[in-house]
T-cell receptor
Framework: AQSVSQHNHHVILSEAASLELGCNYS??????LFWYVQYPGQHLQLLLK??????LVKGIKGFEAEFIKSKFSFNLRKPSVQWSDTAEYFC????????????FGQGTTLQVKP | EAGVTQSPTHLIKTRGQQATLRCSPI?????VYWYQQALGLGLQFLLW???????NRGNFPPRFSGRQFPNYSSELNVNALELEDSALYLC?????????????FGPGTRLLVL
């Protein structure tokens, strides 16, 4: 069965620390990959996405993610976090067979201390 | 450009009743998706509508149903409500046609079943 696993459920960092959130997926074919973010009191927003091409993708607010096909991973990174990055982060995968279905990980809550 | 809108923001029902949730997609989007975000279960795909037709449904019982109107807005109906239906219901929309389209999410309807 298709699944997405986010290894860190709750991460606490100080401002200016580097961030890496892990995401691994289980799917036997071509995939589209996404990271969404949900800031406190706001709705789910797209952070970045990978469809094809350069496996290193850049998103909004200085975030980037690297698709490593051999490891079935799509980890999210940011070199220096800010207090405003406090949010819940969701990794999602969609198979290429166009079922319309996004499969989400359980989410990682990031708390950045000022 | 207005985002995806959902109504109502909150809904309280008792067990056995029916709930109707509404979603208006972004202008120009023809696909509408419904997801359930229940506590401890993460975001789970419910339904996908495109051009008025149901294209795919997730692993939910038939009492979860919906429809898409000619203006591409959508309704999600949940019949014979059960306590475990309490959750945040998210609607997303995407542009027509291509598989590689991003889903944009609305703020959700929080359903509480007593």
């Amino acid at each position: 069965a298709q699944s997405v696993s986010q290894h860190n459920h709750h991460v606490i960092l100080s401002e200016a620390a580097s961030l890496e959130l892990g995401c691994n997926y289980s799917y036997g074919g071509t995939v589209n990959l996404f990271w969404y973010v949900q800031y406190p009191g706001q709705h789910l927003q797209l952070l970045l996405k990978y469809f094809s091409g350069d496996p290193l993708v850049k998103g909004i607010k200085g975030f980037e993610a690297e698709f490593i096909k051999s490891k079935f991973s799509f980890n999210l990174r940011k070199p220096s976090v800010q207090w405003s990055d406090t949010a819940e982060y969701f990794c999602a995968v969609r198979g290429s067979s166009n079922t319309g279905k996004l499969i989400f990980g359980q989410g990682t809550t990031l708390q950045v201390k000022p | 450009e207005a985002g995806v809108t959902q109504s109502p923001t909150h809904l309280i029902k008792t067990r056995g009743q029916q709930a109707t949730l509404r979603c208006s997609p972004i202008s120009g989007h023809t696909s509408v998706y419904w997801y359930q975000q229940a506590l401890g279960l993460g975001l789970q795909f419910l339904l996908w509508y495109d051009e008025g037709e149901e294209r795919n449904r997730g692993n939910f019982p038939p009492r979860f149903s919906g429809r898409q109107f000619p203006n591409y807005s959508s309704e999600l109906n949940v019949n014979a409500l059960e306590l475990e239906d309490s959750a945040l219901y998210l609607c997303a929309s995407s542009k027509p046609g291509q598989m590689q389209e991003t889903q944009y999410f609305g703020p959700g309807t929080r359903l509480l079943v007593l």
